[in-house]
């Protein structure tokens, strides 16, 4: 297999395991070369205390494979020009155009879900018509070349998918194998389907918030000419 050209795009306050977790998966893959893309070389914080550090920047090559991770940093990001022009650009080329957890709203605010189904956390699923996307409910979704993953640990579901489409079952599966990824939770609590209320409680005022910050930001890239 030739050099797979794979590249995620990082920002400050980016969720780690949305990013960290398809990059274990997708760096196992025969000829993958990993390419970890910020706006610049400096470490980038993410929202649970650990540094990021890039090996390239905006000038990085063309990918085969773009990635964007979520995290409420993406609040920024979808306001950064220069970090929507790049995933827009990228994407053009790119054989795969793929987010994680609200990393959707980066590829929607490139214009990239316009039309097209798509998911996120599912927080955020009702701000999906704001980027012209389609909520379909699903852990992944794939819409031509566009694959969007659901909350955070959906991240390594979605990068064993691209696995096996890009190097057949047989190899997603040893991936699989090689990080023991055999899930088996201790609560069946990991969705709101499912999630008694008490947990779901919980985090009402924190979601409602962050979503509130999430439409004014998408407000104003959507108004601006």
Same mark, same amino acid.
């Given at each position: 297999m030739s050099q797979l050209n794979i590249g995620f795009v990082?920002? +400050?306050?980016l969720t780690q395991l949305d990013f960290t977790g398809p990059l274990? @998966?997708?760096?196992?893959? +025969? &000829?993958?070369?990993? =390419?970890? /893309?910020a706006k610049s070389e400096a470490p980038v914080p993410s929202d649970c205390g650990l540094s990021l550090v890039p090996t390239s920047t905006f000038a990085t090559p063309s990918l085969d494979v773009i990635c964007v991770p979520g995290g409420f940093g993406v609040v920024q990001a979808i306001e950064d020009r220069e970090t929507v022009e790049f995933v827009r650009r990228q994407a053009a080329g790119a054989k795969y155009v793929t987010s994680v957890c609200t990393g959707a709203f980066v590829l929607g605010a490139a214009g990239l879900l316009k039309g097209r189904r798509a998911t996120t956390h599912w927080a955020y699923t009702d701000l999906l +018509?704001?980027? &012209?996307? @389609? =909520?379909?409910?699903?852990?992944?979704v794939k819409d031509g070349n566009v694959i969007t993953a659901g909350g955070v640990t959906? &991240? /390594?579901?979605f990068a064993l998918s691209i696995a096996a489409d890009i190097a057949g079952t047989a190899v997603a599966?040893? /991936?699989q194998l090689s990080i023991e990824y055999d899930p088996a939770p201790p609560f069946d609590a990991g969705h709101p389907d499912r999630a008694p209320e008490a947990a779901k409680?919980?985090?009402?005022? #924190?979601?409602? #918030?962050?979503?509130?910050?999430y439409r004014a930001?998408? &407000?104003? @890239?959507?108004?601006?000419p």
């Open positions: 990082i920002f +400050p306050q274990q @998966v997708l760096s196992r893959l +025969p &000829g993958a070369a990993m =390419h970890i /893309i +018509p704001m980027v &012209g996307a @389609v =909520h379909e409910k699903a852990r992944i959906s &991240g /390594i579901d599966q040893s /991936i409680s919980r985090l009402t005022a #924190r979601y409602e #918030r962050s979503r509130e910050a930001s998408l &407000g104003r @890239v959507f108004a601006s």
